[in-house]
Structures are given as C-alpha cells and as structure tokens.
T-cell receptor, first 113, second 114 residues
Framework: AQSVTQLGSHVSVSEGALVLLRCNYS??????LFWYVQYPNQGLQLLLK??????LVKGINGFEAEFKKSETSFHLTKPSAHMSDAAEYFC???????????FGAGTILRVKS | EAQVTQNPRYLITVTGKKLTVTCSQN?????MSWYRQDPGLGLRQIYY???????DKGDVPEGYKVSRKEKRNFPLILESPSPNQTSLYFC?????????????FGPGTRLTVT
C-alpha cells in the first residue's frame, strides 16, 4: 500500500533560517505529490504540487519542493523562514486514480524570533 | 467565491445521538470525499464519491455513512457516535477531469463525542 513518511513531527527554526521539511513516499506508479499547510484553527491550503515535468516545483509564500524519483522524496524548502510560516505541514500522494490522498502524519513548524 | 463549505464548524454531542455534518461545494465538481484528522496520524479517508449516487469506502469507514443525492452536497452521517469518533473532519472535492487530482478542502468540522 502506498504510504507517506514525514521525518520529524516537530521542526524548529530561527526566523531567517532555512526551512527543510522532509517527505518520503512509496508508490508503485508515478506519483502525484502535494504539500498542504494548515494554520492554527484553519483548513488545508495547497502549497504546491508535482504532477509531471519539471522536478523542482515552486509554490506559494516562497516555498518549493523537489521531486527525486531515485530517492522517492519530495522535500519542502524555503530559504528564509518567517514568523508567519509557523503552521502544520502535510505531504500527500494521490493514489487510486485520484480517488484518495494518502497523507503523512504532519510536521509542525515552529519559527523562533 | 469557489469554495467547499461545512456545517457545523464545531459540534459537541453525546454517545449514541445521531448527527449529520453537511458538505457543499459550488464548483460543480464530480468527486467529493471525507477525511478525518487525528494527531500523529495525518488525514485518513472515510468515504468518497465519484458522482451522484456513486460512493465507496475509504480507509476508515466504520461508524460512518454518506449519501450523494445531489452533485453539490455530500453529507457525513454518524448514526451512533462514539468517543473514538472525536476528531477534526474535512470535506474535499475535485473535478473529474484535470491533470493533477488536486483536492479542494473545506474549513473543517471539529466534533467532540462525550
């Protein structure tokens, strides 16, 4: 069965530092991959997605992710963290011809001033 | 504004009292789905629907029912809620066509069963 693993349930960075949130997936077919963000007491917002083509994907709020097939990874990065980036981040893979999103357990990002 | 709406946003109920959480989308999407979010587990799919009158189980369907009588609505029914159904619930939708299978999520319904 397909699965998504997010390394680190909590990540803490200083404001201005690099943000790196790790995501590894298992999929028997070429994956469609997503990163969603959830701000406190809010719903899920799509940050970025990979379908086909360019493996480096740019999203909103300065985030980007690189699809590496050989490593089955889709890590999320941002060069400089901002206080407003504090949230929970979810990596997900679309399976069963789009009938289901399989989510990782989530990573809570804390940004220190 | 294109959106998925859920009602209620917050609900506290008691064990065994039937409840319904409504979900509606105004984007004319064929596909709709329900997920529950629990700490440390991420989101898990409960049920999904490919179109009107077509529904199927997800990974955690036990204790839930759904119906899809209209394209825009996909209510989640808990016939006899139990405390282990205390969770944050999300409805989502997407068009049948498209190149990414991106799903659009509602704001969530926080359910507490005592």
């Amino acid at each position: 069965a397909q699965s998504v693993t997010q390394l680190g349930s909590h990540v803490s960075v200083s404001e201005g530092a690099l943000v790196l949130l790790r995501c590894n997936y298992s999929s028997s077919v070429p994956p469609y991959l997503f990163w969603y963000v959830q701000y406190p007491n809010q719903g899920l917002q799509l940050l970025l997605k990979y379908t086909t083509g360019a493996t480096l994907v740019k999203g909103i709020n300065g985030f980007e992710a690189e699809f590496k097939k050989s490593e089955t990874s889709f890590h999320l990065t941002k060069p400089s963290a901002h206080m407003s980036d504090a949230a929970e981040y979810f990596c997900a893979v679309s399976v069963e011809y789009g009938n289901k999103l399989v989510f990782g357990a989530g990573t809570i990002l804390r940004v220190k001033s | 504004e294109a959106q998925v709406t859920q009602n209620p946003r917050y609900l506290i109920t008691v064990t065994g009292k039937k409840l319904t959480v409504t979900c509606s989308q105004n984007m004319n999407h064929e596909y709709m789905s329900w997920y529950r979010q629990d700490p440390g587990l991420g989101l898990r799919q409960i049920y999904y629907s490919m179109n009107v009158e077509v529904t199927d189980k997800g990974d955690v369907p036990e204790g839930y029912k759904v119906s899809r009588k209209e394209k825009r609505n996909f209510p989640l029914i808990l016939e006899s809620p139990s405390p282990n159904q205390t969770s944050l619930y999300f409805c989502a939708s997407r068009p049948a066509a498209g190149d990414s299978y991106e799903q659009y999520f509602g704001p969530g319904t926080r359910l507490t069963v005592t």
